[in-house]
């Protein structure tokens, strides 16, 4: 449905809680730039469709896999708590520039080793967020 989407832009939507389920992101393989700000409400980047989609039990983990994705911006978001389902992962190879600002409820963990074209990393006012740096 997406699959020839290059740049995604979300900007002052103030009644979004979610952007896109879980099945839709797996068809944006050609995603670039993933750009959010200004969105009060926002909750998840990335949800689970309760209807359609199956949660992930125990110890099993699947993966959202951007493989073009090149900038994410995350920027005053105050009500986002997390970029992704509990027990999923981003897997952003290409990844060069990531921002999250203002984003005090943000408690994702981002593992740092799986982005080795990084170039640009900014982080400010996200009290919660975690960044694990492993040389993998």
Do not use: W
């Not at 700000?37 to 949660?55: M, P």
């Not at 978001?77 to 943000?106: G, I, M, T």
Request: net charge negative; proline share 2%.
């Amino acid at each position: 449905m997406l699959e020839n989407l290059t740049t995604l832009t979300i900007s002052k939507c103030k009644k979004l809680k979610h952007i896109l389920s879980f099945t839709l992101a797996q068809g944006l393989g050609q995603l670039e730039s993933l750009r959010v700000c200004d969105c009060e409400n926002l909750e998840q980047v990335f949800y689970l469709d309760h209807e359609r989609e199956e949660y992930v039990g125990g110890g099993d983990h699947k993966n959202i896999v951007l493989p073009k994705l090149k900038i994410l911006d995350l920027l005053r978001l105050a009500k986002l708590v997390s970029f992704f389902p509990e027990k999923y992962d981003a897997c952003c190879p290409a990844l060069e520039e990531f921002r999250v600002k203002d984003c005090s409820k943000f408690t994702t963990t981002f593992i740092v080793e799986e982005f080795q074209n990084l170039q640009v990393l900014e982080m400010s006012n996200c009290v919660n967020c975690e960044m694990e740096f492993s040389l993998g």
